[in-house]
């Protein structure tokens, strides 16, 4: 087995090279880069350049092989490849053993790495693709002038044309250029957002070229045809002729050849420099014989085409197969090397006219991306057709699209969907399989549908966001220091409101139409929302909805200058339900005459100092019975969620190493803080490092003000004690708890009044016993009420205990549990990494005399962080793993040695500021800590015990006191 490998390698590798070798030679006669399946591979020193910009040879889409690694190989069977191998670029550096990675130097890696990267290709692609539409466009307004103006001039016309024929030409060569870097590229399993983005540009710049240029394939016909004509008749009629004159005068064999090349494709009438009765001397190559042309669109048949490729290969080659120096080098043969030249260049042209005539065909399969569906990695590895469109690459392009928020790729959104026809087209007219296509067909309604509902949706939050900004107070964003934080930037919907007719597996599509039924259910379903929010709350929700409303008319409004949609005050009465002839109430008239009935009347209470009216705080005898608040779509509110940091988070733990280790004590602190430098690699997110760092502080801003806010409310609540608590007989016990003084019976206060009424009453004369006794009920009511108000709530523990529930969505991301039960050393995905690195950030930005980052932040930062990590049990990883405190300790380790050899304290000069700051976040990280130990105890407390024998014993729970979650009263009751 492993011999008949090796035969097969030799083989390929083998046939590899004579095709490379030959294509060599056509690009250097055409300076084509080839088509998509082709690469230039260097096999002398003129070649370099081509070596060095295609390193990677596409045998197929989805395998790509190192010309190193084939020169290496071809260099036993090719002496003349063996010099070449220290010219071809290196493989990638992980496909490089470690005995040839000496070989090559580190940096000769990372250029040519950069250079066939998809990425850096890109602007290259783009610069490309402007210059080529306007190029193309200028020779196509002067060939249409040509074809509008009566009697031009001849030469001009040849101009023109020929200017026609290079441009389609350089078209074709753009065209394969860029399928081959797709081709390239499509085996990577996972894509960043730059590369998503940089490959839907260049599927939309292939695309609109091709589609350019099939719209006039009628038009340029007669010049293509024109140009080849004129460049046949001269090379048969006129160098043909000088060479039977001069060359082959005395060769009779080969001049007989060179006739035959005449007689077969010469056209004698298109000669207007020889009246009739010469051309028949003309034939035969007189010495006046070369002429001039009458420009006649008549193209040479695939059939003359072939027979004069043949008959140069016969005259060049004499028959032998074997040829040295290839088939038009020059030793040993007795053509002149100018001869032999012009030959050459013939040669190769005619393999390209026959892509060139016929246009329509070449521009399709130049523009034939459908290999993007057919070659992937996950149906490569899984070896299925069907798998989860997630998982397709048209649709990671365009939902790439929808996702980015990019306003300069919308217009290119449909442009993905366009391989889908593309491997339609494939699987039913190349593969001939109806099955494939059925899946093709399957995958695109799907994928169609979903695509639709989500464009829909960024419309909608777009021209809410809109709306919501225009409706601002403009005296507000005036007095905002970042008052562009609120507008919203423009985004190009316009394009596809005009698409009516896409074209997708040979159906026509009005997307129009469909964005206009689409939008009019998501205005009714967003008017559903509102009134079900409304109907799920109190009559002050009024004020609300009424704002919300404002919002999506002027958002309606928007949208309806693009769009014909329904008008908003249908919407809105069928959504009341009031536009029936016998509707006599609308459901919002409806709902607040209900409020007013069932709750505003009973429930609140006129104040007439304030002229407002408040609700009792009462208990109702019989609640309001009420259906929960709908779940909140932020675009069904007032638009985009603009305040979540959790996307921002995880742009920082994408930039993030996949492993961080300790810091080592023996680099010192210049060494620690270099090495904590390259794990940051955050330098290209500055703008989303301020950003998280802005969200934290305002979190840790509203806790601590909740906290003082709590310091004032237990104040009053100290003092109310005081004064009441002699007459309930209350006195304060151990942890906090309220005891009574007297186990059973009635409070001090009640006894006082009963006692006292009962001494009146036993007085015979007592005028009015009734209300004695109407007092003794007042203080066991009064009694009743100041114990009730006793135990009152914390509102910074309801605050914590909101946060943390509102962390529980976000624990798998940025908390996840050890595999093996201990502490992971090196895990650099959870929240306290993210925290970890923003603090020695910005602590070493606030050591430095010119920042200004502690005026504009402050203390709240550390705050909310460590409320964020104390929350998700992060605390003792955050103390054992945080880069500042790793840091301090080995700068403490430092100290002491250098006290104890007497060595000047130089190495610490310059980071005295710094680890300054960083023991002062320290103790403020402590005091935090331990306040949230005191006022949030965490339910469990989940460590892990090592048995005798080593083995873990995980999820250890210990018992802890009652905390917040326990003693907070429910929501509602």
């Known amino acids: 087995m492993r011999e008949e490998l090796d035969d097969l390698q030799i083989f390929l590798s083998t046939r590899l090279a004579i095709l490379l070798t030959l294509h060599v030679e056509m690009s250097s006669a055409h300076s084509s880069s080839g088509f998509a399946c082709s690469c230039v591979l260097a096999t002398s020193s003129e070649k370099d350049s081509d070596v060095t910009s295609d390193p990677v040879i596409p045998a197929f889409p989805d395998l790509h092989l190192s010309s190193a690694a084939i020169l290496k190989e071809l260099s036993t069977y090719f002496q003349k490849f063996s010099a070449q191998t220290r010219l071809a670029p290196p493989s990638p550096p992980h496909e490089i053993p470690p005995r040839e990675a000496q070989e090559y130097p580190v940096q000769n890696l990372v250029f040519y790495n950069n250079i066939f990267m998809f990425f850096f290709l890109h602007d290259q692609s783009s610069a490309e693709h ?30 023109v044309k020929g200017n026609m024929y290079d441009m389609v030409i350089e078209g074709f060569q753009l065209l394969s250029k860029w399928t081959a870097r797709i081709g390239n590229n499509v085996v990577r399993y996972n894509y960043s957002a730059e590369e998503r983005k940089a490959l839907v540009e260049l599927v939309s710049y292939i695309k609109s070229i091709g589609s350019m240029m099939l719209r006039c394939d009628t038009l340029v016909a007669d010049a293509l045809w024109e140009t080849i004509h004129a460049e046949v008749q001269d090379f048969v009629q006129n160098t043909l002729a000088t060479m039977l004159r001069t060359t082959f005068r005395k060769k009779k064999d080969l001049s007989r050849i060179l006739s035959d ?58 028959g032998n197969l074997r040829k040295p120096g290839g088939l038009f080098g020059n030793s040993g043969s007795e053509i002149p090397v100018n001869d032999l030249k012009q030959l050459e260049t013939f040669f190769y042209k005619l393999s390209f006219f026959l892509h060139i005539l016929d246009y329509s065909a070449t521009v399709t399969t130049l523009t034939d991306l459908g290999f993007l569906w057919f070659r992937e990695f996950y ?93 601002l107070d403009p005296s507000f964003l005036f007095a905002l220091d970042n008052g562009e934080k609120y507008s919203v930037q423009p985004m190009k919907f316009s394009a596809l409101y005009k698409m009516t007719r896409v074209k997708l597996l040979g159906r026509t599509i009005d997307l129009r139409s469909l964005i206009a039924e ?12 509102l009134f079900d929010r409304f109907e799920s709350q109190d009559l002050c929700a009024i004020v609300e909805l009424d704002k919300l409303l404002d919002i999506l008319k002027h958002a309606h409004a928007l949208l309806s200058k693009d769009l014909s949609i329904d008008s908003f005050s249908l919407m809105l009465n069928e959504m009341q339900e009031n536009i029936s002839p016998v509707s006599f109430s609308s459901r919002l008239a409806s709902q607040i005459w209900s409020e007013m009935q069932n709750d505003f009347l009973p429930n609140f209470v006129l104040c007439n100092t304030t002229q407002r009216f408040i609700r009792s705080s009462k208990v109702p005898l019989f609640p309001v019975q009420k259906p929960s608040v709908p779940y909140a779509k932020p675009n069904f509110c007032c638009g985009t969620q603009i305040t979540t940091i959790e996307p921002m988070i995880t742009g920082l733990q994408e930039a993030l190493p996949k492993s961080i280790g300790l810091l080592p004590f023996d680099s010192g602190v210049s060494g620690c803080m270099r090495i904590v430098k390259e794990h940051l690699n955050w330098g290209a997110k500055s703008e989303l490092k301020a950003e998280v760092l802005r969200g934290i502080k305002e979190i840790g801003s509203v806790l601590y003000w909740m906290g003082l806010l709590d310091i004032v409310l237990r104040e009053v609540d100290t003092t109310r004690f005081m004064q009441t608590a002699p007459w309930l007989g209350l006195v304060p016990g151990v942890d906090g708890q309220i005891l009574h003084h007297q186990d059973g019976g009635d409070s001090p206060i009640v006894n006082l009044f009963k006692s006292a009424t009962n001494a009146i009453v036993s007085i015979p004369g007592c005028p009015n016993p009734t209300s004695f006794y109407t007092m003794s009920k007042q203080a066991e009511a009064a009694d009743l009420l100041y114990k009730a108000n006793m135990n009152t709530g ?36 959870d929240f306290y990494r993210i925290y970890s690195g923003l603090q020695i950030g910005y602590l070493e930005d606030s050591g430095q005399l010119a920042s200004n980052n502690h005026e504009s932040l402050g203390d709240s930062v550390a705050w ?22 790793q840091v301090l300790n080995v700068a403490e380790v430092e100290a002491i040695s250098i006290v104890q050899t007497h060595k000047s304290s130089h190495l610490l000069q310059g980071w005295e500021a710094q680890i300054e700051a960083m023991k002062k976040a320290r103790r403020l990280n402590n005091h935090v800590f331990s306040m949230l130990k005191a006022r949030c105890p965490l339910e469990d407390k989940t460590a892990c015990a090592i048995k005798q024998s080593g083995a873990p014993l995980h999820r250890i729970k210990f018992e802890n006191t009652v905390s917040a979650f326990e003693t907070l009263p429910q929501r509602g009751v």
């Open 794 to 829: 914390s509102v910074l523990e309801y605050a914590l205990a909101f946060t943390s529930a509102a962390l529980d969505k976000y624990c798998s991301k940025w908390s996840a549990a050890p595999k093996t039960g201990f502490v992971d050393i090196t895990t650099s995905k």
């Open 518 to 529: 689409r939008m009019n259910k998501v205005f009714r379903d967003n008017l559903e929302f």
């Open 261 to 318: 090349m005449r007689t077969l494709s010469a056209d004698w009438m298109a000669n207007t420099s020889k009246p009739e009765g010469e051309l028949q001397s003309s034939q035969h190559g007189g010495e006046e014989s070369k002429g001039n042309f009458y420009p006649r669109p008549v193209a040479p048949t695939a059939a003359q085409v072939h027979c004069l490729q043949f008959l140069i290969y016969e005259v060049v080659s004499g």
């Open 864 to 885: 909310g962080g460590c409320t964020i990590i104390y929350l998700l049990g992060q605390q003792l990883h955050f103390e054992l793993f945080d880069f500042s405190y």
């Open 379 to 471: 149906l490569e590895s899984s070896r299925v057709i069907q798998f989860p469109i997630e998982c397709s690459l048209p649709w990671m392009l365009a939902d790439h699209v929808l996702e980015s928020q990019n306003a300069g790729l919308l217009e290119s959104v449909l442009i993905p969907f366009d391989i889908y026809n593309d491997s339609a087209q494939q699987a039913l007219v190349v593969m001939k399989q109806r099955f494939l296509y059925d899946e093709i067909e399957a995958e695109v309604d799907h994928g169609f549908d979903i695509f639709v509902a989500k464009l829909c949706e960024t419309i909608f939050t777009y021209y809410k966001s809109w709306a919501a900004s225009e409706l």
């Open 130 to 159: 402007d210059d080529f539409t306007i190029r193309f466009a200028s020779a196509m307004n002067q060939l249409l002038l040509l074809k509008s103006t009566d009697g031009a001039d001849v030469e001009w016309g040849k101009e």
